[in-house]
Every structure is written in structure tokens, then in C-alpha cells.
């Protein structure tokens, strides 16, 4: 049976997702998203690991995700939580980065986690109007009023030199799973491709995105699915051209790392009133 009420709308005006889960107990692995995710509680209390650092998070505690910053996240004492947040794509915060600093150079969050934040307050304001599709004028102001003390306050400098080798190592093998993650993909040809052994690669990969070559392959083909759910394509033809074996083994990826099923996430695009819902 379901577990809470899970809500996901899309703003046209803005560009980005916000989403509300009520009543909602399950635990998400390690996993990560395409998208900024800018997230708080409502109530209850959330184990969180991301980029190796463990947090509890409570109400009035502000949530930080980046692009593929690796997190999981569980209910304490397996109590059920109520919490919301947006889902912002790269290319609409480069927009409102750039609006902001005159760059559109993308952030990256010092800590996943900001207690008691200020911030909080405004983020969970937009967030509800966002939901209650109010007008772009106010929504608009008070999203470039949030980002700008968010990029003031919570963004990190540049990593050390052998960070940024490391990364680009990374980001190259990511890149090529992102490529190929519909067709078949095998450990061999991954340590081929980066010049090291099997179990060096699974260390170096793990180490800087905080989850294994095949766990971000899944991650890959789930993201792939999105895309075609999102265009209209059927779960169980969505399943294959992602390269997952059937529409059941898509469903179980789908629900561990998005928290809703594949039929779910395809109704959020239904065209409804000139927006998706």
C-alpha cells in the first residue's frame, strides 16, 4: 500500500519542479539527481548523508543538493515525515545566476545541510506559491531574493588541483555512462576506458561521487527514463529504450531513488490549464 500523499507540480514561469510528500516513510538510498534540490522539513526528523557528511535534519533546517552530489536520506526511529522543496535545472539556475552575478557560472553548496536557517522561511513562501500556481511577478522576485543569499551565503570556493584531476576523471566516466547507460556496459570496458584496475576504478569512482559505477548507471538509465515519461512514452516502452530488462525492474529503480512510480511521475506532465501538474 502507499505510504502518504506525494505531490509534484511544474512551474512554467519559473522553470523548475516543486514537490510535497505528507505522511511519506521511506528510505532513499544513495542516489542523485540532475537538478539543484533546495529542500526543508515540515515535520519529523531525516538521517541524511550526503558527500560524507552525516546530518539529522529537523524542521526550520535548510536542504542543499547539487547536481550529482550523492545523498541518502530515512526517517528516524521510522516515524513519518512531511517535507517539500524545489527541483531547479541546471540551465534555470544559470539563468538566474547569471541575472543575479552578471556569470552564469553554476554553484556549489559548502554544506547539504544549514540549521535553524534564516532562509528557510522564504524558500517554504515560494514553495507554496509554486503549488498555488500564483502570479510570475511575485514568484519571480522572491526566487531571485532566495538564490542571492543562498549564493551569499551557503556556496563553497573552487576544489584543490588533484580534486579537479580526480573530478575530471570522474566526470569523463560519468559522461560516458550518461552516453551509453541504454545499451550494455561492463566493468572491463570502464576500467579499460580509465586506465586502471577494476577495483582502483570502483575506489577512485566511489571516493569522489559517493556511490559505485553501477549504482550511477542505474541512476543514469532512471534519469533516462524521466525523459521519456516526460514526452509521453508508455512505462512499460519507456523501461526498455532506458535499458532496464522489463517494466518491473524500471518501477523498483524508479520508486528507490525518485519516490514515486513510473506511472506517477508521467502524470505530472499531463498538460492541464497551459502548465504541467
Given at each position: 500500500?502507499e ?9 512554467p514561469d ?5 514537490y510535497h ?8 538510498p544513495?542516489h542523485?539527481h ?13 538521517h ?6 552525516d546530518?539529522l535534519?529537523?524542521?526550520g533546517d ?14 528516524v ?14 540551465e534555470?539556475m544559470?539563468r538566474?545566476?547569471?541575472e ?16 535553524r ?9 515560494l ?10 511577478f ?18 563553497a ?11 575530471r ?11 551509453h ?5 561492463s ?8 586506465g586502471?584496475?577494476?577495483y582502483?576504478l ?14 550511477y ?8 527514463a524521466?525523459?521519456?515519461?516526460e ?7 519507456a ?8 517494466q ?9 531513488l ?9 502524470a505530472?506532465?499531463?498538460?492541464r490549464?497551459g502548465?504541467?501538474?
Amino acid at each position: 500500500m502507499e505510504q502518504g500523499v506525494r505531490t509534484v507540480r511544474y512551474d512554467p514561469d519559473l522553470g523548475l519542479e516543486a514537490y510535497h510528500f505528507s505522511g511519506v516513510i521511506q528510505i532513499f538510498p544513495g542516489h542523485f539527481h540532475e537538478y539543484y534540490t533546495l529542500g526543508f522539513l515540515e515535520r519529523g526528523l531525516q538521517h541524511t548523508i550526503c558527500r560524507g557528511i552525516d546530518c539529522l535534519s529537523e524542521a526550520g533546517d535548510l536542504l542543499l543538493f547539487a547536481p550529482g552530489d550523492v545523498h541518502s536520506c530515512r526517517p528516524v526511529d521510522g516515524r513519518s515525515l512531511d517535507y517539500g522543496g524545489l527541483n531547479v535545472p541546471e540551465e534555470t539556475m544559470a539563468r538566474y545566476v547569471r541575472e543575479i552575478t552578471g556569470e552564469a557560472s553554476l554553484p556549489r553548496f559548502r554544506e547539504p545541510l544549514v540549521r535553524r536557517s534564516e532562509l528557510t522561511a522564504p524558500l517554504r513562501s515560494l514553495h507554496r506559491m509554486v503549488m498555488e500556481r500564483e502570479g510570475a511577478f511575485c514568484k519571480e522576485e522572491t526566487f531571485l531574493l532566495l538564490l542571492s543569499q543562498v549564493l551569499d551565503r551557503c556556496t563553497a570556493g573552487g576544489p584543490t588541483a588533484a580534486e579537479r584531476w580526480e573530478a575530471r576523471l570522474t566526470a569523463d566516466l560519468c559522461a560516458w555512462l550518461d552516453d551509453h547507460c541504454t545499451g550494455h556496459v561492463s566493468l572491463e570496458e570502464l576500467s579499460r576506458m580509465a586506465g586502471r584496475s577494476k577495483y582502483s576504478l570502483i575506489r577512485a569512482f566511489t571516493r569522489e561521487r559517493g556511490i559505485t559505477p553501477y549504482s550511477y548507471l542505474m541512476a543514469a538509465r532512471v534519469g533516462e527514463a524521466k525523459r521519456l515519461l516526460e514526452a509521453g512514452t508508455a512505462p512499460a516502452e519507456a523501461a526498455l529504450e532506458a535499458g532496464f530488462s522489463d517494466q518491473s525492474h524500471l518501477t523498483n529503480q524508479f520508486k528507490r531513488l525518485i519516490g514515486l512510480t513510473p506511472g506517477q511521475y508521467a502524470a505530472i506532465f499531463r498538460e492541464r490549464g497551459g502548465g504541467r501538474e
